[in-house]
């Protein structure tokens, strides 16, 4: 599975951006994808993952209320809408692939190479 998140940028705290990751090759066999993010000088975290199937989702309680994931799966493309940033939002956002749960966070084997997501205050 090959992966490319766009749609980075730097934004207003308050502002909304809306990322974006197109999977190509061997998607058949991924249970879901995620977002992590990582932050200067922080660990990486999970934000958000999306199931392929059911489209069953799952968020950090960090921005549960205002991001959103969803995945258009006639495109193999999953997207995060980022409502209400801060500048604590700032970070790298990586997309990723499982192919055994989206709830196992460790289990995300395919990465993408990330964007970056600027938020000022």
């Known amino acids: 599975v090959q992966l490319q998140a766009s749609g980075g940028g730097l934004v207003q705290a308050g502002g909304s951006l809306r990322l974006s990751c197109a999977a190509s090759?061997?998607?058949?066999?991924?249970?879901?994808m995620g977002w992590f993010r990582r932050a200067p000088g922080k660990e990486r975290e999970f934000v958000a993952a999306?199931?392929?199937?059911?489209?069953?989702?799952y968020y950090a309680d960090s921005v549960k209320g205002r991001f959103t994931i969803s995945r258009d799966s006639a495109k193999n493309t999953m997207y995060l809408q980022m409502n209400s940033l801060k500048p604590e939002d700032t970070a790298v956002y990586y997309c990723?692939?499982?192919?055994?749960?989206?709830?196992?966070?460790?289990?995300?084997?395919?990465w993408g190479q990330g964007t970056q997501v600027t938020v000022s205050s």
């Open positions: 990723a692939a499982t192919t055994f749960s989206i709830y196992s966070t460790r289990s995300y084997g395919y």
């Open positions: 090759g061997r998607t058949f066999g991924s249970a879901g």
């Open positions: 999306i199931a392929w199937g059911l489209g069953t989702t």
